[in-house]
């Protein structure tokens, strides 16, 4: 059963710009979840896709988004890029109902220059 | 999160010798999971627990929960190179509904 899959794995942009990662789910699962890991913050919970629907939210200002497209797969986008949005982006997924049992991609690391 | 505290942040030991990693939740806990990260890389999930004094062992990864203390430790026993990367734990808190929270995360080096 092939993993939970982020695209890039790298992405450099610099400040002002708009970055979008990509996030494929383990087949079957339907939940997409984002989160954020800076330098000396640990994990922080960004958002919750189901069914394509925004479930929840962390507490990021609104040029965080995303979406869910209808084959579960998930965007987040960051428009107007500051220098502390660099960071390792972590989606993880799970079936629908269990987000107790998530399971995480390798992360796609954004550098803000 | 501030609701999850781990401790140590940082720990180095010498390869065989054993060492505990403790999460402890300033909230009520419904489940405690133990993760494994390679630096820059993604979670691997390691163990869950949900019932207070469960405890689960994975090869030589020990993990208990102490549902009174509402804390949990990792124990790793006859430490490996294999065994070095960042521990976080996550729990599933009342208050937050259906997300997961983490602590900051324990980096763990195994001098050879």
């Known amino acids: 059963e092939a993993g939970v899959t982020q695209s890039p794995t790298h992405l450099i942009k610099t400040r002002g710009q708009q970055a979008t990662l990509r996030c494929s789910p383990i087949s079957g699962h339907t939940s997409v979840y984002w989160y954020q890991q800076a330098l000396g913050l640990g994990l922080q919970f960004l958002l919750w896709?189901?069914?394509?629907?925004?479930?929840n939210r962390g507490n990021f200002p609104p040029r965080f988004s995303g979406r869910q497209f209808p084959n579960y797969s998930s965007e987040l986008n960051v428009n107007a890029l500051e220098l502390e949005d660099s960071a390792l982006y972590l989606c993880?997924?799970?079936?629908?109902?269990?987000?107790?049992?998530?399971?995480f991609g390798p992360g796609t690391r954004l550098t803000v220059l | 999160s501030q609701e999850l505290e781990q401790s140590p942040q940082s720990l180095i030991v010498q390869e065989g010798k054993n060492l505990t990693i403790n999460c402890t939740s300033s909230k009520t806990l419904y489940g405690l999971y133990w993760y494994k990260q390679k630096y820059g890389e993604g979670l691997i999930f390691l163990m869950m627990l949900q019932k207070g004094g469960e405890e689960k062992s994975h090869e030589k990864i020990t993990a208990k929960l102490d549902e009174k203390k509402q804390q949990s430790s990792l124990h790793i026993t006859a430490s490996q190179p294999s065994h070095a990367g960042i521990y976080l734990c996550g729990a599933d808190l009342m208050e937050y509904g259906n997300k997961l929270v983490f602590g900051a995360g324990t980096i763990l080096r195994v001098k050879s």
């Open positions: 896709y189901d069914e394509g629907e925004e479930r």
């Open positions: 993880a997924s799970s079936r629908q109902g269990s987000y107790n049992e998530q399971f």
